[in-house]
């Protein structure tokens, strides 16, 4: 308790509680049984791997240093843009060359969706500190820790008074590279599970070809990946509310809440998702 009588505090990293996780469950299991009889084993493994894939994107948009407007002024650490843009930039991008690779097969197709995301963020990490050296003059320097955990390099005499640090340290760019490959990885995973139902469902329910309903296949499969996508990243954006350096950054700690939420709500998305293919054979 504080000493205005009120709850004891945690830094900010709440942990979920009994009721959320008991609801959380019920909805995850209530989704599975869903998935199995409306598409049997085929819609049961889709949708954990709708599921694995939404936590990925979760946990990885806590590796992304977002330093919002504070950053674009050099007051703060990070990219000057806000989480969800960032994730999903980095995401969709992973997501595009993963969807290209799927022809070759998944664990290529995997491989590809998280070299995206990990090089649109290295790349962008990249040229953000070149603009912060280059263009503004300011070096590197963590506003949450005093020593650099990966180069032993230390901030407390390059920060600049009244900023909460600036530039991007190579533990920022090192967590961002991790973010992006996290949120490429998982939504390719996502794109591939449901791109793999729908080729083996819409061809019976439309009395078609595989060849013929590709297109189709391809573009659903897509839309609900990058849809999926973005709730993942802004659920986590909710839980990091504001700016975040990295995995050094104390908000960090704050991601088993956000996988929880991710698991959940990849669960609900991913049986509205699946369960199109029934409303298709109705009408």
């Not at 290209?100 to 990990?118: D, K």
């Not at 996508?229 to 809440?257: C, M, Q």
Request: proline letters at 6%; charged letters at 5%.
């Amino acid at each position: 308790m504080s000493a205005l009588g009120g709850p004891k505090q945690t830094g900010g990293i709440q942990p979920p509680t009994a009721m959320g996780l008991v609801i959380g469950i019920v909805l995850i299991v209530a989704a599975l049984a869903l998935a199995y009889l409306l598409v049997q084993m085929a819609g049961l493994i889709a949708l954990v791997g709708i599921i694995i894939g939404g936590v990925l994107i979760a946990f990885g948009v806590h590796f992304v240093p977002v330093g919002g407007a504070p950053a674009a002024m050099g007051q703060a650490p990070g990219i000057a843009t806000g989480v969800a843009m960032l994730a999903a930039g980095a995401g969709l991008a992973g997501l595009f060359g993963g969807a290209w690779a799927a022809p070759l097969g998944f664990g290529v197709a995997l491989a590809g969706g998280a070299i995206g995301g990990g090089l649109l963020m290295a790349i962008t990490c990249t040229m953000v500190n070149v603009i912060y050296v280059f263009g503004m003059g300011i070096p590197a320097a963590s506003g949450k820790v005093d020593k650099d955990p990966i180069t032993g390099d230390t901030f407390p005499e390059f920060k600049s008074q009244g900023t909460e640090g600036h530039g991007l340290p190579f533990i920022s760019w090192v967590g961002g590279v991790i973010g992006g490959a996290l949120g490429g990885l998982g939504g390719t995973l996502i794109y591939l599970q449901l791109l793999d139902v729908y080729q083996a469902q819409l061809p019976v329910i439309l009395n078609a070809t595989v060849e013929q309903i590709a297109p189709v296949a391809v573009s659903l499969a897509g839309i609900f990946a990058v849809g999926m996508f973005l709730v993942n990243a802004v659920l986590a954006a909710y839980n990091i509310t504001g700016t975040i350096e990295g995995p050094h950054d104390p908000k960090f700690k704050r991601f088993p809440r956000a996988i929880i939420a991710a698991a959940v709500a990849s669960a609900v998305t991913g049986i509205f998702a699946i369960g199109l293919l029934q409303l298709v054979g109705v009408f």
